[in-house]
């Protein structure tokens, strides 16, 4: 009995140490995240952004709520395999979009069914259906060139066109960070650059998804509540999930929670929330 508990306990112990060891292997694997596209493929994304702002101005109180949802095309016109590049056309095929101001009508804009466009959209419509512009993606995600035909106006403090990757292998837990600045306005009216980051962090990686994390950190010193409220829609916190077999984004959220006080006068209160989700169609 004493030779058979001994060999138990061995034979447990050994099971153990082989479960640690693949653990440890399992957790510092290195992962290669890297873009991949095919000639003539074209891929599509929903993009959903849903706001809602709330301010207190001198005892006045507003609320703005916005809704969008539109589609994203790439169309993949070249591919360099020698070179790791990649060509395409970027373009948004339709969008639905949604505002309303506490005390004003709603405005409402579908690009599939509204033949009149309301002002305020009338610069989006313009960009609907056509090639926004024509870029050259490396293996990295790097833009190695574009060529803007119309420019888009709107930030969401996503920073770059694709998510940047690293080019050596990583491990779960393992940061990187790229540069982006934001231009503001001081209360003199002179504008100011704000520099800030991205600081993306791989979480971990399952069944060939690799789950990063995204967060915007501001690196020029600000304390006027006046420049806060400018960079409150445009600093994220979210994740993407990329698919490392396929090459590509599977899906992104950002989420913004962000309270300021003080924007315009002592007693003015901004309180910003939303959402971001984008998620490739299949």
Same mark, same amino acid.
């Given at each position: 009995?004493?030779?058979? $508990?001994?060999?138990?306990?061995?034979? /447990?112990?050994?099971?153990?140490t082989? =479960?640690?060891?693949? +653990?440890?292997?399992?957790?510092?694997? #290195?992962?290669? /995240?890297?873009?991949?596209?095919?000639?003539?493929?074209?891929?599509r994304?929903?993009?959903?952004?849903?706001?809602?702002?709330?301010?207190k101005?001198r005892?006045?109180?507003?609320q703005?709520e916005?809704?969008?949802v539109?589609? #994203?095309?790439?169309?993949i016109?070249?591919?360099?395999?020698?070179?790791?590049?990649?060509?395409?056309?970027?373009?948004?095929?339709?969008?639905?979009?949604r505002?309303?101001?506490?005390?004003q009508?709603?405005?409402l804009?579908d690009?599939?069914?509204d033949?009149?466009?309301?002002?305020?959209?009338?610069?989006?419509?313009?960009?609907?259906?056509?090639?926004?512009?024509?870029?050259?993606?490396?293996r990295?995600?790097?833009?190695? =060139?574009?060529? +803007?035909?119309?420019?888009?106006?709107?930030?969401?403090?996503?920073?770059?066109?694709?998510?940047?990757? *690293? +080019?050596?292998r990583?491990? $779960?837990?393992?940061?990187?960070?790229?540069?982006?600045?934001?231009?503001?306005?001081?209360?003199n009216?002179?504008?100011?650059?704000?520099?800030t980051r991205?600081?993306?962090?791989l979480?971990?990686?399952k069944n060939?998804?690799a789950?990063?994390?995204?967060k915007?950190?501001?690196?020029?010193p600000? $304390?006027? *509540?006046?420049?806060? =409220?400018?960079l409150?829609?445009? /600093?994220?916190?979210g994740?993407?999930?990329?698919?490392?077999?396929?090459?590509?984004v599977l899906?992104?959220?950002? %989420?913004?929670?962000? %309270?300021?006080?003080?924007?315009?006068? +002592?007693?003015?209160? /901004?309180?910003?929330?939303?959402?971001?989700?984008e998620?490739?169609?299949?």
């Amino acid at each position: 009995m004493k030779i058979f $508990a001994s060999y138990v306990g061995t034979t /447990l112990l050994f099971f153990m140490t082989v =479960s640690c060891v693949l +653990a440890q292997q399992q957790e510092e694997e #290195k992962h290669l /995240l890297q873009y991949s596209f095919q000639p003539d493929e074209k891929l599509r994304w929903e993009v959903t952004h849903l706001g809602i702002t709330n301010t207190k101005i001198r005892g006045t109180q507003e609320q703005s709520e916005t809704r969008s949802v539109a589609t #994203k095309l790439w169309e993949i016109t070249e591919v360099d395999e020698e070179k790791g590049l990649f060509t395409l056309v970027h373009m948004v095929e339709k969008v639905s979009m949604r505002n309303k101001i506490s005390g004003q009508e709603e405005t409402l804009f579908d690009s599939q069914e509204d033949k009149e466009v309301p002002l305020q959209y009338r610069q989006v419509a313009r960009g609907i259906g056509v090639p926004l512009a024509t870029i050259v993606l490396n293996r990295q995600g790097q833009v190695v =060139s574009r060529k +803007a035909k119309i420019e888009q106006k709107l930030d969401l403090g996503l920073g770059h066109f694709t998510l940047p990757l *690293p +080019a050596e292998r990583i491990t $779960a837990g393992t940061s990187w960070s790229s540069p982006h600045s934001i231009m503001v306005k001081e209360t003199n009216g002179q504008s100011k650059e704000i520099k800030t980051r991205q600081r993306y962090k791989l979480l971990h990686v399952k069944n060939g998804l690799a789950t990063i994390q995204i967060k915007t950190e501001v690196l020029t010193p600000v $304390a006027d *509540p006046k420049i806060k =409220s400018q960079l409150v829609q445009r /600093l994220t916190d979210g994740q993407v999930v990329f698919d490392m077999l396929a090459g590509r984004v599977l899906s992104k959220t950002m %989420d913004w929670d962000e %309270d300021i006080v003080g924007f315009s006068g +002592a007693e003015s209160r /901004l309180k910003y929330t939303a959402k971001y989700e984008e998620k490739l169609v299949k």
